[in-house]
Protein backbone atom coordinates (compact mmCIF):
# COMPACT_ATOMS: atom_id res chain seq x y z
CA UNK A 1 0.00 0.00 0.00
CA UNK A 2 1.35 3.78 -0.64
CA UNK A 3 -0.27 6.74 -0.01
CA UNK A 4 -0.57 10.39 -2.20
CA UNK A 5 -0.24 13.37 -0.73
CA UNK A 6 -1.16 16.87 -2.18
CA UNK A 7 -0.01 20.30 -0.48
CA UNK A 8 -2.17 23.51 -1.44
CA UNK A 9 -0.40 26.17 -0.92
CA UNK A 10 -2.49 28.82 0.27
CA UNK A 11 -4.01 30.29 3.08
CA UNK A 12 -6.13 33.18 3.99
CA UNK A 13 -4.05 34.95 6.18
CA UNK A 14 -0.35 33.88 8.24
CA UNK A 15 -0.73 32.34 11.71
CA UNK A 16 1.58 33.90 13.78
CA UNK A 17 3.49 30.63 14.53
CA UNK A 18 3.67 29.06 10.77
CA UNK A 19 7.07 28.17 9.09
CA UNK A 20 4.96 26.18 6.73
CA UNK A 21 4.75 26.73 2.77
CA UNK A 22 1.99 28.46 1.65
CA UNK A 23 0.80 32.13 0.03
CA UNK A 24 -2.16 34.49 0.56
CA UNK A 25 -2.39 35.04 -2.74
CA UNK A 26 -4.56 33.53 -4.66
CA UNK A 27 -4.19 34.39 -7.83
CA UNK A 28 -2.37 31.39 -8.81
CA UNK A 29 -5.07 29.15 -7.60
CA UNK A 30 -5.91 27.95 -10.88
CA UNK A 31 -2.55 27.40 -12.32
CA UNK A 32 -1.55 25.43 -9.83
CA UNK A 33 -4.51 23.21 -9.89
CA UNK A 34 -3.71 22.98 -13.39
CA UNK A 35 0.44 22.32 -12.31
CA UNK A 36 -0.73 19.39 -9.50
CA UNK A 37 -2.51 17.69 -12.03
CA UNK A 38 0.49 17.77 -14.16
CA UNK A 39 2.64 16.48 -11.68
CA UNK A 40 0.38 13.51 -10.63
CA UNK A 41 0.59 12.32 -14.14
CA UNK A 42 4.05 13.32 -14.64
CA UNK A 43 4.94 10.53 -11.60
CA UNK A 44 2.14 8.11 -12.11
CA UNK A 45 4.66 5.42 -12.47
CA UNK A 46 6.46 5.94 -9.29
CA UNK A 47 4.01 4.30 -7.62
CA UNK A 48 2.18 0.66 -8.38
CA UNK A 49 1.37 -0.28 -5.44
CA UNK A 50 -2.44 0.30 -4.58
CA UNK A 51 -3.16 4.06 -2.78
CA UNK A 52 -4.99 3.81 0.33
CA UNK A 53 -4.87 7.17 1.49
CA UNK A 54 -4.97 10.26 -0.11
CA UNK A 55 -4.73 13.76 2.11
CA UNK A 56 -4.95 17.36 1.20
CA UNK A 57 -2.77 19.29 3.20
CA UNK A 58 -1.20 22.63 3.19
CA UNK A 59 -1.59 25.58 3.82
CA UNK A 60 -5.16 25.57 3.68
CA UNK A 61 -6.67 22.68 1.53
CA UNK A 62 -10.18 24.01 2.23
CA UNK A 63 -9.86 27.00 0.12
CA UNK A 64 -10.32 25.03 -3.31
CA UNK A 65 -13.57 25.24 -4.43
CA UNK A 66 -15.56 21.33 -4.62
CA UNK A 67 -15.03 21.14 -7.71
CA UNK A 68 -11.11 22.10 -7.79
CA UNK A 69 -11.00 18.80 -5.27
CA UNK A 70 -13.17 16.71 -7.24
CA UNK A 71 -10.62 17.33 -10.36
CA UNK A 72 -7.92 16.32 -8.36
CA UNK A 73 -9.37 13.66 -6.61
CA UNK A 74 -10.51 12.12 -9.99
CA UNK A 75 -7.37 12.35 -11.36
CA UNK A 76 -5.48 10.43 -8.89
CA UNK A 77 -8.37 7.68 -9.31
CA UNK A 78 -7.59 7.57 -13.39
CA UNK A 79 -3.75 7.80 -12.88
CA UNK A 80 -2.97 5.60 -9.96
CA UNK A 81 -4.29 1.98 -8.92
CA UNK A 82 -6.92 3.20 -5.98
CA UNK A 83 -7.77 0.70 -3.16
CA UNK A 84 -10.81 -0.46 -2.07
CA UNK A 85 -12.22 2.58 0.58
CA UNK A 86 -9.45 4.42 0.41
CA UNK A 87 -8.77 7.58 3.43
CA UNK A 88 -9.26 10.31 1.80
CA UNK A 89 -8.25 13.21 4.50
CA UNK A 90 -8.79 17.00 3.20
CA UNK A 91 -7.39 19.78 5.97
CA UNK A 92 -9.77 22.24 6.46
CA UNK A 93 -10.36 25.33 8.56
CA UNK A 94 -13.27 26.07 10.36
CA UNK A 95 -13.89 29.53 8.92
CA UNK A 96 -14.29 27.43 5.80
CA UNK A 97 -17.35 25.33 7.24
CA UNK A 98 -20.10 26.57 6.67
CA UNK A 99 -23.28 24.28 6.83
CA UNK A 100 -23.74 24.31 2.78
CA UNK A 101 -19.75 23.25 1.82
CA UNK A 102 -19.77 20.25 4.89
CA UNK A 103 -22.65 19.11 3.08
CA UNK A 104 -20.87 19.19 -0.51
CA UNK A 105 -18.14 17.76 1.57
CA UNK A 106 -19.99 14.96 2.58
CA UNK A 107 -21.16 14.38 -1.32
CA UNK A 108 -17.25 14.47 -2.24
CA UNK A 109 -14.89 11.27 -2.08
CA UNK A 110 -13.73 13.13 0.99
CA UNK A 111 -14.42 11.05 4.04
CA UNK A 112 -11.95 12.44 6.45
CA UNK A 113 -12.15 15.51 7.96
CA UNK A 114 -8.73 17.11 9.62
CA UNK A 115 -9.86 20.44 11.05
CA UNK A 116 -7.68 23.33 12.10
CA UNK A 117 -9.08 24.21 15.57
CA UNK A 118 -5.94 24.78 17.76
CA UNK A 119 -8.18 25.99 20.63
CA UNK A 120 -11.48 27.14 21.28
CA UNK A 121 -10.76 30.30 23.16
CA UNK A 122 -10.82 33.57 21.24
CA UNK A 123 -8.03 35.01 23.35
CA UNK A 124 -5.53 32.27 21.78
CA UNK A 125 -6.90 32.51 18.49
CA UNK A 126 -6.08 36.29 18.37
CA UNK A 127 -2.83 35.76 19.75
CA UNK A 128 -1.95 33.09 17.11
CA UNK A 129 -3.56 35.08 14.40
CA UNK A 130 -5.64 32.32 13.29
CA UNK A 131 -8.21 33.37 10.42
CA UNK A 132 -11.43 31.91 12.93
CA UNK A 133 -13.05 32.83 16.49
CA UNK A 134 -13.86 30.30 18.99
CA UNK A 135 -17.91 30.47 18.10
CA UNK A 136 -16.88 29.13 14.51
CA UNK A 137 -14.15 26.57 15.90
CA UNK A 138 -17.57 24.83 18.20
CA UNK A 139 -20.36 25.62 15.87
CA UNK A 140 -18.29 24.08 12.82
CA UNK A 141 -17.43 20.92 14.52
CA UNK A 142 -21.44 20.35 15.48
CA UNK A 143 -22.18 20.93 11.61
CA UNK A 144 -19.41 18.47 10.51
CA UNK A 145 -20.65 15.64 12.90
CA UNK A 146 -23.46 15.31 11.29
CA UNK A 147 -22.11 14.83 7.95
CA UNK A 148 -18.48 12.75 8.49
CA UNK A 149 -17.65 10.32 11.88
CA UNK A 150 -13.68 10.45 11.06
CA UNK A 151 -12.26 13.75 12.05
CA UNK A 152 -9.47 14.82 13.63
CA UNK A 153 -8.83 17.69 14.67
CA UNK A 154 -5.58 20.21 15.76
CA UNK A 155 -5.06 21.39 19.25
CA UNK A 156 -1.85 23.58 20.19
CA UNK A 157 -0.95 23.74 23.47
CA UNK A 158 1.99 25.60 25.42
CA UNK A 159 0.65 29.09 24.61
CA UNK A 160 1.85 31.84 26.48
CA UNK A 161 -0.35 32.99 29.46
CA UNK A 162 -2.64 30.00 28.39
CA UNK A 163 -3.68 28.74 31.94
CA UNK A 164 -3.56 24.27 32.77
CA UNK A 165 -7.37 25.31 33.45
CA UNK A 166 -7.94 26.70 30.51
CA UNK A 167 -5.70 24.14 28.45
CA UNK A 168 -7.84 21.22 30.64
CA UNK A 169 -11.00 23.00 29.08
CA UNK A 170 -9.78 23.16 25.88
CA UNK A 171 -9.11 19.06 25.89
CA UNK A 172 -12.33 18.62 27.38
CA UNK A 173 -14.44 20.09 24.78
CA UNK A 174 -12.52 17.50 22.41
CA UNK A 175 -14.04 15.27 24.58
CA UNK A 176 -17.81 16.18 24.95
CA UNK A 177 -17.95 16.64 21.15
CA UNK A 178 -16.65 12.88 21.27
CA UNK A 179 -14.10 13.79 18.47
CA UNK A 180 -12.19 10.21 17.86
CA UNK A 181 -8.57 11.54 16.41
CA UNK A 182 -6.70 14.58 17.98
CA UNK A 183 -3.17 15.51 16.95
CA UNK A 184 -1.86 18.48 19.29
CA UNK A 185 1.59 20.24 18.90
CA UNK A 186 3.58 22.37 21.70
CA UNK A 187 3.32 25.73 20.35
CA UNK A 188 7.22 26.31 18.69
CA UNK A 189 8.69 29.34 18.14
CA UNK A 190 10.32 29.26 14.67
CA UNK A 191 13.41 31.42 13.26
CA UNK A 192 11.61 34.50 10.82
CA UNK A 193 7.91 34.38 12.14
CA UNK A 194 5.76 37.24 13.18
CA UNK A 195 5.68 35.43 16.63
CA UNK A 196 9.28 35.21 16.75
CA UNK A 197 9.53 38.84 16.23
CA UNK A 198 6.97 39.25 18.40
CA UNK A 199 8.09 37.88 21.33
CA UNK A 200 12.21 39.16 20.46
CA UNK A 201 9.93 42.71 20.58
CA UNK A 202 8.39 41.91 24.01
CA UNK A 203 5.00 41.97 23.13
CA UNK A 204 4.97 38.43 23.94
CA UNK A 205 6.12 36.00 26.71
CA UNK A 206 8.10 33.06 25.38
CA UNK A 207 6.49 29.85 25.71
CA UNK A 208 7.31 28.28 28.91
CA UNK A 209 8.79 24.36 28.46
CA UNK A 210 7.46 23.88 31.76
CA UNK A 211 4.10 24.42 31.41
CA UNK A 212 4.11 22.74 27.92
CA UNK A 213 5.49 19.87 29.79
CA UNK A 214 2.41 20.49 32.28
CA UNK A 215 0.11 20.75 29.40
CA UNK A 216 1.34 17.18 27.16
CA UNK A 217 0.71 15.35 31.09
CA UNK A 218 -2.64 16.56 31.26
CA UNK A 219 -4.54 15.89 27.82
CA UNK A 220 -2.61 12.29 27.83
CA UNK A 221 -4.09 11.44 31.12
CA UNK A 222 -7.42 12.98 30.22
CA UNK A 223 -7.39 11.21 26.29
CA UNK A 224 -6.01 7.60 27.75
CA UNK A 225 -9.08 8.34 30.68
CA UNK A 226 -11.64 8.64 27.42
CA UNK A 227 -10.33 5.45 25.43
CA UNK A 228 -7.59 7.22 23.22
CA UNK A 229 -4.34 5.52 22.44
CA UNK A 230 -1.42 7.45 22.23
CA UNK A 231 -0.26 6.07 19.26
CA UNK A 232 2.44 9.21 18.12
CA UNK A 233 3.66 11.61 20.30
CA UNK A 234 1.24 14.23 18.93
CA UNK A 235 -1.30 12.35 17.91
CA UNK A 236 -4.02 10.55 19.86
CA UNK A 237 -6.56 7.93 18.19
CA UNK A 238 -9.54 5.97 19.00
CA UNK A 239 -8.84 2.30 17.92
CA UNK A 240 -9.85 1.99 14.36
CA UNK A 241 -9.79 5.84 13.72
CA UNK A 242 -5.38 6.36 13.71
CA UNK A 243 -4.63 8.37 10.70
CA UNK A 244 -3.81 5.63 8.03
CA UNK A 245 -1.78 8.14 6.00
CA UNK A 246 0.48 9.79 8.87
CA UNK A 247 0.89 5.63 9.96
CA UNK A 248 1.86 5.34 6.47
CA UNK A 249 4.79 7.86 7.22
CA UNK A 250 5.86 6.35 10.81
CA UNK A 251 5.76 2.54 9.44
CA UNK A 252 8.12 3.66 6.38
CA UNK A 253 5.26 2.97 3.29
CA UNK A 254 5.78 4.45 0.16
CA UNK A 255 4.26 8.08 -0.19
CA UNK A 256 4.23 10.24 -3.30
CA UNK A 257 4.05 14.20 -2.21
CA UNK A 258 2.71 16.32 -5.05
CA UNK A 259 2.61 20.00 -5.09
CA UNK A 260 5.39 22.55 -3.47
CA UNK A 261 7.66 21.83 -0.87
CA UNK A 262 5.74 18.07 -0.91
CA UNK A 263 7.86 15.35 0.39
CA UNK A 264 8.06 11.92 -1.24
CA UNK A 265 9.85 8.50 -0.47
CA UNK A 266 9.74 5.90 -2.68
CA UNK A 267 11.44 3.26 -0.36
CA UNK A 268 14.73 4.12 -1.16
CA UNK A 269 14.86 8.19 -1.77
CA UNK A 270 13.88 11.31 -0.01
CA UNK A 271 12.67 13.67 -2.42
CA UNK A 272 11.20 17.72 -1.81
CA UNK A 273 10.11 19.96 -4.65
CA UNK A 274 11.06 23.59 -4.48
CA UNK A 275 8.84 25.46 -2.10
CA UNK A 276 8.03 28.59 -4.50
CA UNK A 277 4.64 28.58 -5.80
CA UNK A 278 6.08 30.25 -9.36
CA UNK A 279 8.81 28.57 -9.80
CA UNK A 280 7.03 24.98 -8.98
CA UNK A 281 4.51 25.93 -11.76
CA UNK A 282 6.84 27.49 -14.55
CA UNK A 283 8.92 23.80 -13.77
CA UNK A 284 5.47 22.10 -14.28
CA UNK A 285 4.58 23.77 -17.05
CA UNK A 286 8.28 22.72 -18.89
CA UNK A 287 7.26 18.78 -17.75
CA UNK A 288 10.38 19.43 -15.47
CA UNK A 289 10.16 17.81 -11.82
CA UNK A 290 11.52 20.78 -9.55
CA UNK A 291 12.96 18.44 -6.49
CA UNK A 292 15.98 17.58 -5.08
CA UNK A 293 16.71 13.65 -4.21
CA UNK A 294 18.28 12.36 -1.83
CA UNK A 295 19.36 8.62 -1.41
CA UNK A 296 19.21 7.43 1.72
CA UNK A 297 22.23 5.75 3.50
CA UNK A 298 22.24 2.93 5.76
CA UNK A 299 22.84 5.46 9.27
CA UNK A 300 20.11 8.03 7.55
CA UNK A 301 17.75 4.84 7.58
CA UNK A 302 18.57 3.49 11.18
CA UNK A 303 18.49 7.28 12.42
CA UNK A 304 14.82 8.06 10.74
CA UNK A 305 14.04 4.65 12.48
CA UNK A 306 15.21 5.40 15.83
CA UNK A 307 13.26 8.82 15.68
CA UNK A 308 10.38 7.66 14.37
CA UNK A 309 10.34 4.20 16.79
CA UNK A 310 10.77 6.06 19.25
CA UNK A 311 7.84 8.96 18.75
CA UNK A 312 5.24 5.65 18.14
CA UNK A 313 3.73 3.11 19.88
CA UNK A 314 5.25 0.70 17.93
CA UNK A 315 8.62 1.32 19.22
CA UNK A 316 11.69 0.16 17.98
CA UNK A 317 12.10 -3.34 17.40
CA UNK A 318 15.41 -4.13 18.43
CA UNK A 319 15.13 -7.84 16.15
CA UNK A 320 15.09 -5.57 13.32
CA UNK A 321 18.05 -2.96 13.96
CA UNK A 322 20.31 -6.35 14.13
CA UNK A 323 18.91 -7.96 10.98
CA UNK A 324 18.43 -5.00 8.81
CA UNK A 325 21.78 -2.89 10.42
CA UNK A 326 23.72 -5.53 11.53
CA UNK A 327 25.21 -6.16 15.17
CA UNK A 328 27.24 -3.05 15.73
CA UNK A 329 24.11 -0.79 14.90
CA UNK A 330 22.38 -2.72 17.77
CA UNK A 331 25.77 -2.46 20.24
CA UNK A 332 25.17 1.04 19.97
CA UNK A 333 21.85 1.50 20.30
CA UNK A 334 22.07 -0.46 23.41
CA UNK A 335 25.00 1.28 24.56
CA UNK A 336 23.82 4.64 24.37
CA UNK A 337 19.62 3.72 25.35
CA UNK A 338 21.52 2.47 28.95
CA UNK A 339 21.41 6.10 30.58
CA UNK A 340 17.88 6.31 29.52
CA UNK A 341 16.85 2.91 30.45
CA UNK A 342 18.45 3.64 34.09
CA UNK A 343 16.55 6.72 34.30
CA UNK A 344 13.14 5.29 33.16
CA UNK A 345 12.99 7.91 30.33
CA UNK A 346 13.04 4.45 27.80
CA UNK A 347 12.44 0.82 28.61
CA UNK A 348 12.36 -2.24 26.68
CA UNK A 349 9.26 -4.40 26.48
CA UNK A 350 9.70 -8.01 24.52
CA UNK A 351 12.53 -6.96 22.51
CA UNK A 352 11.11 -3.59 21.21
CA UNK A 353 13.47 -0.16 22.69
CA UNK A 354 9.93 2.38 23.77
CA UNK A 355 9.40 5.86 25.29
CA UNK A 356 8.18 5.87 29.04
CA UNK A 357 5.70 8.66 30.37
CA UNK A 358 8.48 10.07 32.10
CA UNK A 359 10.53 10.58 28.53
CA UNK A 360 7.60 11.35 26.38
CA UNK A 361 8.22 15.01 26.31
CA UNK A 362 11.23 14.54 25.53
CA UNK A 363 11.80 11.77 23.23
CA UNK A 364 13.36 13.78 20.06
CA UNK A 365 16.56 14.98 22.07
CA UNK A 366 16.63 10.88 23.45
CA UNK A 367 16.39 9.79 19.93
CA UNK A 368 19.17 12.08 18.79
CA UNK A 369 21.33 10.97 21.57
CA UNK A 370 20.87 7.77 19.97
CA UNK A 371 21.73 8.38 16.80
CA UNK A 372 24.59 6.76 14.59
CA UNK A 373 26.63 9.72 13.87
CA UNK A 374 29.56 8.72 10.65
S1 LIG B 1 -3.68 28.03 8.29
FE1 LIG B 1 -2.11 26.44 8.68
S2 LIG B 1 -0.65 26.57 6.98
FE2 LIG B 1 -1.90 28.45 6.94
S3 LIG B 1 -0.70 29.96 8.06
FE3 LIG B 1 -2.11 29.01 9.53
S4 LIG B 1 -0.96 27.28 10.42
FE4 LIG B 1 0.12 27.93 8.55
Known amino acids: ?89 LEANPDDLSADRIKQLAESKINRLSIGIQSFFDEDLKMMNRAHNAHEAWNSLQEVKKYFDNISIDLIYGIPEMTVERWRQNVQKALDL ?60 KPDYFSKNNSAYWLGKKYLGIGPSAHSFNGENRSWNIANNSLYINAIQKDKLPNEVEVLSKTDRYNEYVMTGLR ?20 YLLKNAQVFLTNEKLMIENTILKTTLKGKFFCDGIASELFWVD
Open 1 to 89: MAGIYLHIPFCKQACHYCDFHFSTSLKKKEEMISALRRELFLRKNEITEPVDTIYFGGGTPSVLSNNEINLLIDEVYQLFNVAENPEIT
Open 178 to 237: NIPHISSYALTVEPKTALATLIKNGKIPTPDDGIAHEHFLLMIEMLENAGFIHYELSNFG
Open 312 to 331: TVWGVSLEKIETDFGQDYLA
